[in-house]
């Protein structure tokens, strides 16, 4: 079975700290993602990767930044945390090629939930 | 990407069998459509997969029209742990996911 594992599953940091949330996969998935989770907004994707050193902007990277020095691991960066970054974090990841036809299924880990007062 | 449409939230009984209706009618030649399940404080993970007529696995059937503008995800004889909320996407290989606010089910005793 695949496993996606994120460094803490609830974290409070205060606002302007620099925070780091850790993402490990152990299937050598070339495609890793961040997502976040808002009541009513559903899960929006920040930032994603397809490869070692490469990253990809999502729908809302504004305020974050990502790290991917190995290919087993995904970093997400609060560079100065604010208030309206409280929110569930979901790392996942992916196989390209994908396996069969249609889009690859990512397999998602248990969410960080940040608290940032 | 095709937009998808779900109602917002369903109730049930335990041992009934429960179909949620996910709308897409822009959906594209090639594009798929997926169900992702959520359990509270876990992330999604991905229950089916089809692309016309009809799926069926372990856990559930999806049904899709000739004209693939909808397609039903059929959950048979549910129980309290299908408690979830479930994402109905739809797209190609290699396209993002594009999560919405998804149909949260609850089933009671």
């Known amino acids: 079975d695949v496993k996606v594992t994120q460094s803490s599953r609830y974290l409070v940091k205060r606002t302007g700290e620099k925070v780091f949330l850790e993402c490990v996969q152990d299937?050598?998935?070339?495609?890793m993602f961040w997502y976040r989770q808002d009541p009513g907004l559903g899960l929006r994707l920040i930032y994603f990767?397809?490869?070692?050193?490469?990253?990809e902007k999502g729908d809302i990277p504004e305020g974050y930044s990502v790290s991917r020095e190995k290919k087993e691991r995904f970093s997400l960066i609060l560079e100065s945390a604010s208030t309206n970054q409280t929110s569930m974090y979901l790392c996942?990841?992916?196989?390209?090629?994908?396996?069969?036809?249609?889009?690859?299924?990512?397999?998602f880990g248990p969410g960080t939930r940040l608290t940032v007062l | 990407l095709a937009k998808t449409t779900q109602p917002i939230s369903m109730d049930s009984y335990e041992g009934q069998e429960v179909n949620i209706t996910c709308s897409h009618n822009?959906?594209?030649?090639?594009?798929?459509i997926t169900w992702y399940q959520q359990f509270p404080s876990q992330g999604p993970r991905f229950i089916i997969q089809?692309?016309?007529t009809k799926v069926t696995n372990e856990v559930a059937s999806l049904f899709i029209p000739a004209d693939r503008k909808s397609s039903t995800l059929s959950l048979p004889r549910v129980s309290l742990s299908d408690t979830a909320v479930y994402y109905c996407?739809?797209?190609?290989?290699?396209?993002?996911?594009?999560f919405g606010t998804g149909t949260r089910l609850q089933v009671f005793p």
């Open positions: 996942a990841s992916s196989l390209y090629p994908a396996s069969g036809a249609g889009p690859d299924t990512q397999y």
């Open positions: 299937m050598d998935h070339e495609n």
């Open positions: 990767s397809y490869d070692v050193k490469m990253k």
């Open positions: 822009n959906i594209a030649t090639n594009d798929y």
């Open positions: 089809g692309y016309k």
């Open positions: 996407l739809v797209g190609d290989i290699g396209d993002k996911l594009i």
